[in-house]
């Protein structure tokens, strides 16, 4: 891993000379700033008319790839034309309105995550600034809101009391930025993305991402496509690029309509 160079410019020379982009963007923290609680984070009347301009651009498929529930992802982005990944890639919906399941049998992996939320519970009712969020196939518990010494105790006593629990049920505890995901050791970004990419063979992949979970897609697209994190300051990543926040992420989607206009 290396530190990501700062280049919008240059990325879009490199993109201008090809014929087919499979864009792939994260959703939390790229496109839309993070937010104290999952359902304030809305995009803007105006990142939806980008995304959907992106979705009519020729030579270009366009996906949002991210850890929220797949129903979380369609209330927020209704855009025609748009790829959905949901929990780092367990449910895929596709433009047509047909949707995936990629790995696993739902129920039993719903009995898993009811399970857990169980043990979960009693460790963070009653506590200030904790949320727990059931996505039925995975779970996430955010803390942004919580005291940080009270947060630190809390995490303490989920190593210790669930890891068994994790290990017993092929699940995994993934940390981001203020959220601690359990899901199906099977679900990957990475995994996803050369998913989508294998129905579309010879199109350059570009992934946007902030968060730890999006190395995976990073790694995934090293050699043949663009990593671009999303990152006030650089720090050691798979990402070849860096963009500073979602300000300029939407800068980049604009100049990207307007450079994929010489196709038509």
């Not at 529930?69 to 047509?96: E, M």
């Not at 063979?201 to 990073?218: C, I, M, Q, R």
Request: aromatic share 8%; hydrophobic share 40%; net charge neutral.
């Amino acid at each position: 891993m290396s530190n990501p160079v700062q280049g919008r410019a240059q990325l879009r020379k490199l993109m201008q000379k090809e014929e087919r982009i499979f864009l792939f963007l994260d959703y939390d923290g790229t496109l839309v700033p993070l937010a104290a609680t999952p359902e304030q984070a809305s995009p803007p009347d105006r990142l939806l008319e980008t995304l959907g301009g992106l979705c009519l651009s020729p030579g270009l498929r366009v996906a949002v790839v991210s850890g929220r529930g797949i129903d979380d992802l369609k209330s927020f982005l209704p855009v025609p034309g748009l790829y959905l990944v949901g929990v780092h890639g367990l449910v895929i919906r596709y433009p047509t309105g047909e949707e995936a399941w990629r790995n696993g049998e739902r129920g039993e992996i719903r009995a898993r995550v009811n399970k857990l939320a169980r043990k979960l519970e009693p460790l963070v009712g009653g506590k200030k600034g904790f949320l727990l969020e059931n996505k039925n196939i995975a779970l996430a518990l955010h803390y942004r809101l919580a005291l940080p010494q009270e947060a630190v105790e809390v995490m303490r006593r989920i190593c210790e009391e669930v890891r068994p629990l994790l290990q017993e049920s092929g699940f995994i505890m993934r940390s981001g930025k203020k959220v601690l995901e359990f899901c199906p050791a099977w679900a990957n970004k990475g995994d996803a993305v050369n998913f989508l990419l294998s129905d579309w063979p010879g199109a350059l992949p570009v992934y946007v991402g902030d968060d730890e979970t999006d190395e995976d897609a990073f790694r995934a697209v090293a050699g043949k496509g663009l990593g671009i994190l999303v990152s006030q300051h650089p720090r050691p990543t798979a990402a070849r690029y860096r963009f500073t926040g979602p300000g300029e992420v939407a800068l980049f989607l604009a100049e990207m309509i307007r450079d994929r206009e010489y196709l038509l």
